[in-house]
């Protein structure tokens, strides 16, 4: 099972929208609606951001907002801050023996 | 509050064994999946496996299948990650975070270990 496919950076001015992709299979993100999302800041754990394609966590800014097209998520910052500076990382339940795989990871910049 | 706390940061040599631990607190341990997840240095997250604590029942990526072992002890609600001979390679920061349908929604803090001789 090979990780989720992700731009490896996307950047973007403060207040601007962007938005990071997450390529997988029909028997990942295509098969199933278990599509979360993670902000990594450097030195800290992963947060959760998204989950089930959609939602978000109580507590997480509703400037983050989650989709999906076929075998494709996306996740979209809108109203770009300095403090979403991170790496972001897309995950999906999938039906390989590896039961769950992590996309390869974006690095978002605020210019 | 959910939490999950995990044992400091470990400096071994290459052959020997190692344990780590991640103990919950603020929900019912026995009633969630734990995950495992490696972070190499300067690379993305990787699933290793998941066990329930409530019957052990566990699962592992086949990349990690043999390599680890994953445990529990649900009375002292603490799960572990252990290797029996580490390698330069196992060099990375292991966290543990609580499986709840699909999301990781709570995470311990990592644990850094550094395989050196």
């Known amino acids: 099972q090979s990780a989720l496919t992700q731009p490896a950076s996307v950047s973007g001015s403060p207040g601007q929208s962007i938005t990071i992709s997450c390529t997988g299979t029909?028997?990942?993100?295509?098969?199933?609606?278990?599509v979360s999302w993670y902000q990594q800041h450097p030195g800290k754990a992963p947060k959760l951001m998204i989950y089930?394609?959609?939602n978000r966590p109580s507590g997480v800014s509703n400037r983050f907002s989650g989709s999906k097209s076929g075998n494709t998520a996306s996740l979209t910052i809108s109203g770009l801050q300095v403090e979403d500076e991170a790496d972001y990382y897309c995950?999906?339940?999938?039906?390989?023996?590896?039961?769950?795989?992590f996309g390869t990871g974006t690095k978002v910049t605020v210019l | 509050e959910v939490q999950l706390v995990q044992s400091g940061a470990e400096v071994k040599k290459p052959g020997e064994s190692l344990k780590i631990s991640c103990k919950g607190s603020?929900?019912?341990?026995?009633?969630?999946?734990i995950g495992w997840v490696r972070q190499m240095p300067g690379k993305g997250l990787e699933w290793m496996g998941i066990?329930?604590?409530?019957?052990?029942?566990?699962r592992y990526s086949p990349s990690f299948q043999g390599q680890v072992t994953i445990s529990a002890d649900k009375s002292i609600s603490t799960a572990y990650l252990q290797w029996s001979s580490l390698k330069a390679s196992d060099t990375a920061m292991y966290y543990c975070?609580?499986?709840?349908?699909?999301?990781?929604?709570?995470w311990g803090q990592g644990t850094l270990v550094t395989v050196s001789s």
């Open positions: 066990i329930y604590p409530g019957d052990s029942d566990t």
């Open positions: 975070a609580r499986l709840a349908r699909g999301r990781l929604d709570s």
């Open positions: 029909s028997s990942d993100v295509g098969g199933y609606n278990y």
């Open positions: 603020g929900y019912s341990f026995t009633t969630y999946w």
């Open positions: 995950s999906s339940y999938t039906s390989s023996s590896t039961l769950y795989v």
């Open positions: 089930d394609v959609s």
